[in-house]
């Protein structure tokens, strides 16, 4: 089922009730007739390590879906987020208006989901030399110490001489 176009219109919660139905439906009816469910659907929408069948809830492939959206407007390089932003400005000038009724749809999600981004986010400069591994992503202590990365290298990989040698001295074809 193509969904990306759920993260654009507004689908009332009787819709997205009726298409978890219908998933429903075809994991419970196969036979075509209706059988008590042992088990609940949000449990089913569980991933498989919580055991769960990882099938998705729809309401939360939509919120998601425009959470993603909101990110891309923040992340400024692509045509979708410069067209925004000549409309309607600047993601901080967006966030100081706020959510007016008058606005479309899409955009009111986009604006909700760009706050609940903005809240759960932090922006931190340094030098640009940020070490994935190394930094706090967090706003609170590491829950585990970070344990001592290894620093490899090519050279403390293979010695580099002894294989051109190899690779040198290969006996030739033909001849």
Not at 2 to 18: E, G, Y
């Given at each position: 089922?193509?969904?990306?176009?759920?993260?654009?219109?507004?689908?009332?919660?009787?819709?997205?009730?009726?298409?978890?139905?219908?998933?429903?439906?075809?994991?419970?009816?196969?036979?075509?007739n209706s059988r008590l469910h042992s088990i609940e659907w949000h449990q089913i929408c569980h991933p498989f390590a919580e055991r769960g069948l990882g099938i998705r809830n729809m309401n939360t492939v939509m919120q998601s879906l425009q959470s993603k959206f909101s990110w891309r407007f923040t992340q400024g390089h692509s045509l979708w987020a410069q067209i925004v932003r000549s409309k309607y400005g600047t993601c901080h000038h967006i966030l100081q208006k706020g959510i007016r009724p008058s606005l479309f749809h899409c955009w009111k999600a986009i604006l909700k989901h760009l706050l609940l981004i903005s809240n759960l986010s932090r922006m931190i400069i340094h030098s640009g030399n940020s070490s994935f591994w190394k930094e706090n992503w967090l706003s609170r202590p590491l829950w585990f110490p970070a344990c001592p990365l290894p620093t490899l290298s090519v050279k403390k990989v293979m010695d580099i001489p002894p294989l051109l040698d190899i690779l040198l001295d290969s006996p030739k074809s033909g001849g």
């Open positions: 089922m193509p969904i990306h176009i759920l993260s654009l219109l507004k689908v009332p919660k009787k819709v997205s009730n009726r298409i978890q139905k219908r998933f429903a439906n075809f994991l419970w009816n196969s036979q075509g």
